[in-house]
Structure formats: C-alpha cells, structure tokens
C-alpha cells in the first residue's frame, strides 16, 4: 500500500518566520502535488512536480521533488496570515488514475 | 474555477434514510471523484468515474453507490445513512487537458449530519 506521510501534522507560527513541510514515502511517484485547502472550501491544486530533484517556485512558496522521486518539500519564505490553511501533498503512481493523498499539515500564521 | 457545483451544500438527515449528493460540471472533463474528508483521516477517495457509465471503487466504498448517466453529473447515494457517513463530502474533476499528471480540482463540499 502506498503511504504519503506529511509531517509536522500542526504548524504555528509568527508572521515573517519562515517554515519547511515535508512529504515522504517510501514509494516513488510519477508526479507528486500540493494543495492548499481553506476552512469551509475544497483543496485548490498550488503545482505539480514531475522530474526528481524538480524545484518551482510560487512567490514565497518553494516546492522541491526529491532526486529518487519518494519525497517532496514545501517551503514558505517570510509566511503572512495569508498562507494559513491545510496543505496537502498528493501523490500519482500507476495507472495514474487515482491520487494517493497525505494528511496534511495545518498551518496557522500568526499576525 | 473548473466550473464545479455541489448539491445540496448541507444536509441533516437521520440514520437510514437514503441520501443523494449531486456533482456537476460544465466543462465536459472525462474523469470525476468523490471524497469525503474526515478529521485524523484526510481525503479518502469513496469512488471515481472515468467516464459516462464506468465507475470504481475507492478505499472507502462501503454504503456508496455512484451513478454517471451523462458526462456532467456524478451522483453520490448513501443507500441507508449511518452516523459514520457524517462527513465532509467534495466532488473532484482531473483536469483533461493537464497532460498525464491528475491534477484535480474541487468542488466547494457538501456538508452532511447524519444523526
């Protein structure tokens, strides 16, 4: 069984601190994805990272795919009460027609 | 906005009455799914549709049945809701035209109370 596991699972924090969220496995995907969902709403899709050692960048937010292509890494610059909200990563294997999804890590930003 | 609805929003009901939540899109995408999203569990696939008719299961596809007759809707039935099928429910789509990465995107959620 494929297992993506987020950690930490609660994340708070001051404003303008910086902050790294992890997504492991033990399985290699084909791509891997990360959400941010807000109280009340469904998840909405931030990037998608296909190629191992892969690194985008989304203003603040730096999204790493690890080289064996079974991790991948968020990090957020100088976080603002903006950012606060559940992330999730999601990760494609197989037949690529279902996502293999982790917990999530909440994030609160503190103004 | 992938142009996903949700029916109804919320809904209370009581244990074993059947219930029906409706996905709809309007942007003719091939592959849609149904979520539930539970504290200390995350998102957990119930069942996904792969086109007009075909349907699957997901991890957690006991007490669900689904219905696709036309491309646009997704239907979701509790046959007899149980106060474990109290849950947050989101309706997805894989975005067609995103290459082979399933990329999906959500609907706004339907909120429902069995008691």
């Known amino acids: 069984t494929q297992l993506l596991e987020q950690s930490p699972q609660f994340l708070s924090i001051q404003e303008g601190e910086n902050l790294t969220v992890y997504c492991n496995s033990s399985?290699?995907?084909?791509?891997l994805q990360w959400y941010r969902q807000e109280p009340g709403e469904g998840p909405v899709l931030l990037v998608t990272v296909v190629t191992g050692g892969e690194v985008k960048k989304l203003k603040r937010l730096t999204f790493q795919f690890g080289d064996a292509r079974k991790d991948s890494s968020l990090h957020i610059t100088a976080a603002q009460p903006g950012d606060t909200g559940l992330y999730l990563c999601?990760?494609?294997?197989?037949?690529?027609?279902?996502?293999?999804w982790g917990l999530g890590t909440s994030l609160a930003v503190n103004p | 906005d992938a142009g996903i609805t949700q029916s109804p929003r919320h809904k209370v009901t009581e244990t074993g009455t059947p219930v029906t939540l409706r996905c709809h899109q309007t942007e003719n995408h091939r592959y849609m799914y149904w979520y539930r999203q539970d504290p200390g569990h995350g998102l957990r696939l119930i069942h996904y549709?792969?086109?007009?008719?075909?349907?699957d299961k997901g991890e957690v596809s006991d007490g669900y049945s689904v219905s696709r007759s036309k491309t646009e809707d997704f239907l979701l039935t509790l046959e007899s809701a149980t106060s474990s099928q109290t849950s947050v429910y989101f309706c997805?789509?894989?975005?067609?035209?995103?290459?082979?990465?399933?990329?999906?995107?959500f609907g706004p959620g339907t909120r429902l109370t069995v008691l």
């Open positions: 399985s290699v995907f084909s791509s």
């Open positions: 997805a789509i894989r975005e067609s035209s995103g290459g082979p990465y399933n990329e999906q995107f």
């Open positions: 999601a990760g494609s294997a197989g037949n690529n027609r279902k996502l293999i």
């Open positions: 549709s792969y086109g007009v008719k075909d349907t």
